[in-house]
């Protein structure tokens, strides 16, 4: 027998932090940047009350989810479109958007998700020099020719840690020609304290060209409902909603974002533990050289190259006490490993270890 001909996709299959150790029972996931705290009290009782009731399809248009968030954010409904995740978004974006041959901009140590669907989508990735691994605007635009089409960028970047500020945001716009969608991914601005960034929601909302990605996976604690939103031009989300699979985000994913959203004491005690676990957590690091980023989101990228130990040894010394980090290797990054800021014991015993593994050397 032979297997009918399928189209040849030079990709990996992704492969996601990791949440499980062959040995140990008892792990500790520092892998994957979800929430810290996990969901708050709002999302819990919806969960105790949800309506048991599944034998109906969702609403495929999200009405009571959107209706929230644009109050919340004062927006436009007709401008919002949610996915399983903002990974569904990004895939419908690459194909409204590219055709063979198109070309597509990507900061070089950025989120995995944007390659992996352009080139599903036949685009060819093209990769922009970071400096101190930070996106160059110059770069990016030094890298544009006429096949491209769309600019992707998180801010702050996953899993580099830095960001744009919101005048380079708006310079980035103003010299990228107005023909390429520029794709911001606020995926952790609630996180951010910094005084001269600004989510792209506030500086982008009336453009054409830029479109905004928002997720409930990381401070919202929603990350295995996948459900996350994206806001651009009507026309775009016009033309998105037709490429859509129609029921792509399940009921009880939409009543907890709805949920989520409103439990603003939740963001406001998730953001303050992660301020002072970030403040702790990099002043621990530094008595061992291991550098880390500003401070900006829930995670850190640590270098260990001034460091006694290398990466590889201390993820595997983590590991062997039941801690995971996540390794670079598959974004290119040498000698450095991710780390998520988690729950008060979480940080307490990776500290621990890491001290232990540093003990005497
Ligand atoms: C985690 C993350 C997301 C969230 O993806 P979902 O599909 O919504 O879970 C989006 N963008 C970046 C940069 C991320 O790190």
Known sequence: MINPLFKKIDLQTYKPGRSMLKKTKKVIKLSANESALGVGNRVKKALRNIDKNISKY??????????????????NENKIICGAGSDEIIQMLCTLFLNKNDEVIVPEFSFLMYRIYAKIAGAKIIYSKEINFKASINDIIKKVNK????????NPNNPTGTYLSKSDLIILRKKLNSKILLVLDDAYFEYMQNKDYSPALDIFKNSKNVFILRTFSKIYGLA???VGWGYGDKKIIDELYKIKPPFNVNKLAQVCAKEALLDKDHVKKSIKHNLYWCNKIKKELDKFKISTNEITANFFLLNFNKSKLTSKL?????????????????????????????NTYENKFFLKQISKIFKNV
Do not use: H, Q, W
């Open 58 to 75: 969702p609403d495929s248009k999200f009405k009571e989810l959107t209706k929230t968030i644009s109050k919340k954010f004062n927006l």
């Open 314 to 342: 201390v993820s595997k010394r983590l590991e062997s006490k039941g801690v995971i980090l996540r390794e670079m290797d598959s974004y290119g990054i040498k000698n450095c490993l991710r780390v998520t800021i988690g």
């Open 224 to 226: 295995s409902l996948r």
């Open 147 to 154: 096949k491209t089409k769309i600019v992707f960028l998180a």
